[in-house]
């Protein structure tokens, strides 16, 4: 056994035995919109829910925007409420679904830590190449639950810094429907392979529809034995309107292909390619996306199972150097308050191994379909 920064190392996993696996089609299927909320500006943590993203508005000529500055959010869920970040998908969750049944889960995670994972996998879907990355897990009963673990959960950009123009552009393109919002979050589950899995991840906007459902009344309460103000504030809005906005300067073209994982993850429908030069955008167009993958599910599996065989509490690393990801004993609190450890009882089952004889495998974002032959998917 090795230690690492004062963690035992109870294991690891490398890249090249998830080549070695039969792997199921990773089709996603049977997809759900679970819950929502914003995130509100207070001195106490507070989220509305459902909550609404921002309408997508667009100027019809272009538009001159300022660049980055102030406050930037990088794991807004951490800055916000680091005592349990996961804590507002679940009260969101039970918020809107109060009888749902999270035994029938195999996974709770943000987008994020998938991407990570993805990228672990293919280096080549990672825009930045594959850089070192740390996610707490924890085990209870059949769910895992995967937390988003960062240096840093902010950053500030002075007013000679440059960062870009991405935030800015949000603000001038799109019109915010919860007043004093600082970000709008989403949880949805679906079927990957024979998994279940929870995902929570940030939109940046929708496109209008008229489909969805009247707003709700506003009412404030505290979840029990939390400081997490839950308000009942917003509208819920279908999948299939919601988008991602990108922006890159005209002469950098945005590459599809770097997007589509992030997209695949959360089933995002739309993305928004916005150019600029020096700041002033072009009239910016909706697309639709499609994309493949592979071998997501073994290496879930894979974290599960070593996690599980040493205690249910652990953290995985990836150093940025090496293939491996290395599996440590985590100490200290646990990830949620008391009461939410409730909702898992205590069913314990283990998780089979996946196989499958097929090369072929459909892959779905919205109503779109994609076939893909498995083992012509580099790794």
Not at 148 to 172: C, L, Q, V, W
Not at 319 to 324: E, T, V
Not at 325 to 335: C, F, H, I, N, Y
């Amino acid at each position: 056994m090795q230690t690492t920064m004062g963690s035992l190392r109870v294991g690891g996993i490398s890249r090249p035995e998830l080549t070695d696996v039969k792997k199921t089609g990773p089709s996603i299927t049977n997809v759900e919109h679970l819950s929502s909320y914003n995130w509100i500006e207070s001195s106490n943590p507070t989220i509305a829910v459902p909550g609404c993203p921002p309408l997508w508005s667009p100027p019809s000529t272009p538009k001159r925007v300022a660049k980055d500055s102030g406050l930037i959010y990088i794991a807004q869920n951490a800055f916000r409420h680091p005592e349990s970040p996961l804590e507002p998908l679940f009260r969101s969750l039970y918020t809107e679904n109060p009888s749902y049944n999270i035994h029938q889960v195999d996974l709770i995670t943000d987008r994020n830590n998938v991407r990570k994972l993805l990228s672990f996998i293919n280096p080549n879907l990672s825009r930045n190449g594959l850089e070192p990355f740390t996610i707490e897990v924890e085990v209870t009963g059949n769910t895992a639950t995967f937390c988003r673990a960062e240096s840093k959960t902010h950053e500030f950009i002075g007013p000679h810094d440059f960062r870009g123009y991405g935030h800015e552009f949000e603000k001038a393109f799109t019109t915010t429907q919860v007043p004093g919002s600082t970000g709008h979050h989403r949880i949805i589950s679906y079927n990957l392979g024979d998994m279940k899995f929870i995902v929570r991840y940030e939109t940046d906007a929708y496109v209008e529809d008229h489909s969805h459902l009247p707003p709700q009344r506003t009412h404030s309460r505290l979840a029990t034995n939390s400081k997490l103000v839950v308000q009942k504030k917003g509208k819920q809005v279908p999948i299939k309107t919601t988008l991602e906005i990108k922006t890159r300067v005209s002469h950098k073209p945005l590459n599809i292909q770097d997007l589509l994982p992030q997209l695949w993850v959360s089933q995002t429908p739309n993305l928004v390619c916005a150019y600029h030069n020096y700041g002033t955008f072009r009239p910016a167009e909706v697309k639709d996306v499609t994309r493949d993958i592979a071998e997501l599910v073994v290496l879930v599996k894979e974290v599960i199972r070593v996690v599980r065989e040493n205690g249910g509490n652990a953290v995985i690393k990836y150093d940025g150097q090496s293939d491996k990801l290395a599996v440590l004993k985590k100490k200290g609190s646990r990830m949620l308050p008391d009461d939410l450890y409730l909702k898992f009882g205590d069913e314990t089952g283990p998780t089979q191994a996946i196989e499958s004889n097929s090369r072929k495998t459909s892959l779905k974002i919205g109503d779109s379909f994609h076939n893909v032959d498995i083992l012509a998917i580099p790794s």
